[in-house]
């Protein structure tokens, strides 16, 4: 099946700073999202981006389906960005989602 | 708030047992997805139905079934729990299949095997 790969796998910023953050997977996909999972378990969509880019205040996206990556831009980081973050691809009717990238903001 | 429902929250079965768990799409959506979520990992896809069938699977054994109703709610069964079946167990809705649309997530059902 595809393969996902998210790095880093931990990122500890101090607020106010910016991360990227990649998400590379294995063969063609007919999708990707971006999803931040609260302490709560909860998965709260970020981007719907299979390819292009978009923006949504602090966040941004960028997806090069070509080379099979994307990038997740945080900007003026907050305590509230902390959390883990995961990027997911569909291929055939199957989902398959990343091992997710914890990031930690300190104030 | 997305509109996805899951019950119940939490759950806690012993060895061997059988579990049902419920989610309720949210409205307008054909399709829900399960997947089950260990500690520390990405969620896995367990199974999705659209329109009341099953059309893609992930790899996890028969034991792991589910059902769609003609409301687009759903119920994932699992039979005979093992330890390693403890998990947070979620469902996402969407129109259309899996991710071709933008799917969205309940808060997750915990279940602790025991």
């Known amino acids: 099946g595809i393969q996902v790969e998210q790095s880093p796998p931990d990122l500890i910023l101090q607020e106010g700073a910016n991360s990227t953050l990649r998400c590379n997977f294995s063969?063609?996909?007919?999708?990707l999202q971006w999803f931040h999972q609260n302490p709560w378990g909860q998965l709260i969509n970020l981007f719907y981006?299979?390819?292009g880019t978009k923006q949504n205040g602090r966040l941004s996206a960028t997806t090069v389906a070509t080379e099979r990556y994307s990038l997740l831009y945080i900007s003026s980081s907050q305590t509230t960005d902390s959390g883990v973050y995961f990027c997911?691809?569909?291929?055939?009717?199957?989902?398959?989602f990343g091992d997710g990238t914890t990031l930690t903001v300190k104030p | 708030e997305t509109g996805v429902t899951q019950s119940p929250t939490h759950l806690i079965k012993t060895r061997g047992q059988q579990v049902t768990l419920r989610c309720s799409s949210q409205?307008?959506?054909?399709?829900v997805s399960w997947y089950q979520q260990a500690l520390g990992q990405g969620p896995q896809f367990i199974f999705q139905?659209?329109?009341?069938?099953?059309?893609g699977r992930g790899n996890f054994p028969p034991r792991f079934s589910g059902l769609q109703f003609p409301n687009y709610s759903s119920e994932l069964n699992v039979n005979a729990l093992e330890l390693d079946d403890s998990a947070l167990y979620l469902c996402?809705?969407?129109?259309?299949?899996?991710?071709?649309?933008?799917?969205?997530f309940g808060q997750g059902t915990r279940l602790t095997v025991v």
């Open positions: 997911a691809v569909e291929r055939a009717d199957k989902s398959t």
């Open positions: 981006i299979p390819s």
């Open positions: 139905y659209y329109r009341e069938e099953e059309n």
């Open positions: 996402a809705s969407s129109w259309g299949t899996a991710m071709n649309t933008e799917a969205f």
């Open positions: 409205s307008g959506h054909n399709t």
């Open positions: 063969d063609s996909v007919n999708n």
